[in-house]
């Protein structure tokens, strides 16, 4: 059990870190800027935090989700589905996070869609060939969490699929074309996560959860014995502070990309790239350290990710040749991080993706469309030849022919003898078109130390009562949105086990 305080040494503690407020009517503090007095508290000195508002629960609920990305909202699925009152919260207008706006590639292998499709596939069994890989990592720490993220994803799939009417793309449109079939993608391609998160956000709301935005979690609640029993937060369009009750915490508030003092602390080799998005600030990191909890694999680098990031995923699903600024190829295309990892590697500031009608036309026309038309500040075409194109796209005509000349011979032999290239070794043809892209951080791997259940620990590997963590919050929740999602559910089974096992 989480180390017990008595009630002098916890409201020390409370005051040096100004991180955690003691609840329960006895303890209260004044606040600063007029939520409250130290005349409405008890009057007894001992018993008040200066610069604070009181604790004054305005709301209840059993499992309070702090975060609506994939991983809170997945963390939802089985406490709402167990009769559980549960409350989501997030910091934005919006439901979704930055899953909502992510490219929608999810790794599944096994699923009910890619079974109908013929492809047969067992999460079990690929997790037997994917352990080798993470042991030579050295990433070897509580694998029966990376195990449980790992096999759940399926099972995410399935139940988004049937039960809350999520919707993904037909395997057939993609199948036979070369791309991965272990790949799932949202109903219309690269892009449309709304067709997956929009019906999970309205089924769980239809099964009894409610969603709270605009409201950003400030600090943990604790009691006089320090035990977690709910959140404060502060009301995004009002500045009010809002204090809410619960039974179970679950914080996933996604990694710290975005907070430039956590990464430079953290990840200085990543400190001079610019983050993709802004809300990943490490918000939820910060209130679980302040709590007692544990930073892990801090330090561990995340692949990196092109501004462009749904761009950058156009190698899965058809042919493009990538070039430096001077119309080098300097990578095999069929990668989706390697391009920018590179890029940044060799310093190049930006690079080219240049396509031609097969991606226009392919199996992710949808996506392709959408970015040419929105990013058409970072679109260059049609060219009728390559020399065209490269006056375009500002670089010497010779290099790129010269590039183009190398490439289709290894395209005519079949291999590629320059970067071992396998899917989509393909020709281009006029039209040529070419999108900017440019090198960022996207995501952290470092996060909490939990338990196998997800449940926080403190310093001594100590469960902390009621708090658990899922998704980018928590150390090394891999590179795509389903382990996310996995985490979430791997999370929510865990809380309805604490649930239950409570009541008996």
């Known amino acids: 059990m989480h180390q017990e305080m008595n009630r002098r040494s916890f409201l020390k503690t409370a005051a040096a870190t100004g991180a955690v407020l003691v609840a329960g009517g006895a303890l209260a503090g004044c606040s600063s800027q007029g939520g409250g ?170 099964k009894g959860a409610s969603y709270k935005l605009n409201h950003t979690a400030k600090s943990f609640i604790v009691d006089a014995q320090g035990t977690p029993i709910g959140v404060r937060f502060e009301d995004g369009k009002s500045g009010k502070t809002i204090d809410i009750k619960a039974k179970r915490i679950i914080v996933a508030t996604g990694g710290f990309s975005c907070n430039q003092e956590m990464v430079s602390a953290y990840l200085p080799v990543q400190s001079r790239m610019g983050p993709l998005t802004v809300n990943s600030m490490g918000e939820g990191h910060q209130m679980c350290k302040a709590l007692g909890g544990v930073y892990t694999h801090m330090d561990m680098v995340s692949n990196l990710m092109s501004d462009l990031a749904q761009v950058t995923v156009w190698g899965y699903f058809g042919p493009n040749v990538q070039v430096t600024p001077q119309g080098r190829r300097f990578i095999k295309e069929d990668q989706s991080h390697d391009s920018p990892d590179v890029a940044a590697e060799l310093e190049l500031g930006f690079w080219w ?47 790129l022919v010269e590039t183009f000349t190398a490439y289709d011979a290894m395209v005519e032999a079949g291999e590629d003898t320059e970067f071992g290239k396998k899917r989509f070794l393909t020709s281009l043809a006029a039209p040529y078109y070419a999108m900017k892209h440019m090198p960022f951080r996207y995501k952290t ?37 389903s382990p996310n999602a996995g985490s979430g559910l791997v999370t929510g089974k865990a809380v309805v086990a604490s649930l239950q096992a409570e009541a008996e």
């Open 37 to 206: 007095s130290a005349a409405s508290a008890e009057p007894d000195a001992e018993n008040r935090l200066v610069g604070y508002a009181p604790i004054e629960f305005s709301e209840e609920t059993d499992v309070l989700v702090i975060g609506t990305g994939i991983a809170g909202m997945s963390a939802a699925m089985d406490p709402v589905e167990a009769g559980y009152q549960v409350m989501l919260a997030d910091k934005l207008e919006r439901v979704g996070g930055e899953s909502f706006i992510s490219c929608g590639v999810m790794n599944v292998v096994g699923s009910n869609m890619q079974k109908d499709a013929g492809i047969d596939g067992d999460p079990e069994a690929n997790w037997e060939k994917y352990l080798p890989v993470l042991e030579q990592a050295g990433e070897t720490d509580d694998l029966d969490f990376k195990h449980n993220v790992y096999v759940y994803q399926t099972e995410w799939a399935n139940r988004v699929n049937s039960d809350y009417g999520g919707e993904f793309q037909p395997l057939d449109d993609y199948k036979d074309t070369g791309a991965p079939t272990s790949m799932l993608l949202p109903k219309n391609g690269i892009g449309d996560m709304a067709s997956v998160l929009t019906p999970l956000q309205k089924g769980l709301e239809s």
């Open 353 to 399: 993706t240049i396509f031609d009608e097969q991606l226009i036309n392919g199996s992710q026309a949808w996506n392709v469309n959408q970015n040419m038309t929105n990013k058409a500040d970072r679109l260059v075409g049609p060219c009728a030849s390559l020399e065209e194109l490269a006056a375009a796209m500002d670089i010497p005509a010779e290099n």
């Open 445 to 481: 791997h470092g996060g909490m130390k939990i338990t196998t259940e997800s449940q926080l620990v403190d310093a001594d590997g100590n469960p902390i009562p009621n708090v658990f963590c899922c998704g980018s919050t928590v150390a090394d929740s891999g590179s795509d949105l």
